[in-house]
């Protein structure tokens, strides 16, 4: 089973971008649809976007369609969510999940591993 962890969060002006990396280990990574979700605080996990095996779909939530982009390097096992854009509304813990099939994949149905998250913060 692939472990995964985040990295790349950080402290950033509205308006400013981010770039998250998602680790995964072990040689099975393109078998794995990745998503990554948010929480904030008092609030319900969220989906942000999700990409498919080789890379050649993905899928955004509508808040961030335009601003954010997902992205993965098979090679080097590891997935990425540019953030461009920030709003204080995208302050949270984001997360890497994985999963192996598209069921469901704007939602955490099937999501089997998870990351610890990284914090984003942005300020006004």
């Known amino acids: 089973q692939v472990q995964l962890v985040e990295s790349g969060g950080g402290l950033v002006q509205a308006g400013g971008s981010l770039r998250l990396s998602c680790a995964a280990s072990?040689?099975?990574?393109?078998?794995?649809?990745m998503g990554w979700f948010r929480q904030a605080p008092r609030k319900e996990r969220e989906f942000v976007a999700a990409?498919?095996?080789?890379?050649?779909?993905?899928y955004y939530a509508d808040f961030v369609k335009g601003r954010f982009t997902i992205s993965r390097d098979n090679a080097k096992n590891t997935v990425y969510l540019q953030m461009n854009g920030l709003k204080p509304e995208d302050t949270a813990v984001y997360l890497c999940?994985?999963?192996?099939?598209?069921?469901?994949?704007?939602?955490?149905?099937?999501?089997?591993?998870w990351g610890q998250g990284t914090q984003v913060t942005v300020s006004s």
């Open positions: 999940a994985a999963k192996r099939d598209l069921a469901a994949v704007t939602t955490t149905t099937g999501y089997r591993t």
């Open positions: 990409i498919n095996w080789s890379g050649g779909t993905v």
């Open positions: 072990g040689r099975t990574f393109n078998t794995y649809v």
